[in-house]
């Protein structure tokens, strides 16, 4: 599967962007999905996660309450709505697709990734 993330750009803080992460091929709605996050000088973290049929999900604690992670299997699209943004919320963000089908935290536990879009985040 190919995955290819949108939505990204520049937002005061306070503000709020939704991103996307389209997949290609087939069997979308057999992926555990997740969005992941680098920011500058810092190793690529985990954020959130949906399961397969979008009846689960799962959040770092950084970001409880302010992201919402949902997909549309029938889109073939996952997507994280991001509120009350930081500074600190701004990196590069990553889709990420897991084939084994419970949510997992871990980077390494996912097969597929998107190229990143960019988050920035102005105080």
């Known amino acids: 599967v190919q995955l290819q993330a949108f939505g990204g750009g520049l937002v005061q803080a306070g503000g709020s962007l939704s991103l996307s992460c389209a997949a290609s091929?087939?069997?979308?709605?057999?992926?555990?999905m997740g969005w992941f996050r680098q920011a500058p000088g810092k190793e690529r973290e985990f954020v959130t996660a949906?399961?397969?049929?979008?009846?689960?999900?799962y959040y770092v604690d950084s970001v409880k309450g302010r992201f919402t992670i949902s997909r549309d299997n029938a889109k073939n699209t996952v997507y994280m709505q991001m509120n009350s943004l930081k500074p600190e919320d701004t990196a590069v963000y990553y889709c990420?697709?897991?084939?084994?089908?419970?949510?997992?935290?871990?980077?390494?536990?996912?097969?597929?990734w998107g190229q990143g879009t960019q988050v920035t985040v102005s105080s």
């Open positions: 949906i399961s397969r049929s979008g009846g689960s999900t």
């Open positions: 091929g087939r069997s979308f709605s057999s992926y555990v």
């Open positions: 990420a697709a897991r084939r084994v089908g419970y949510i997992s935290t871990r980077e390494y536990e996912y097969d597929y």
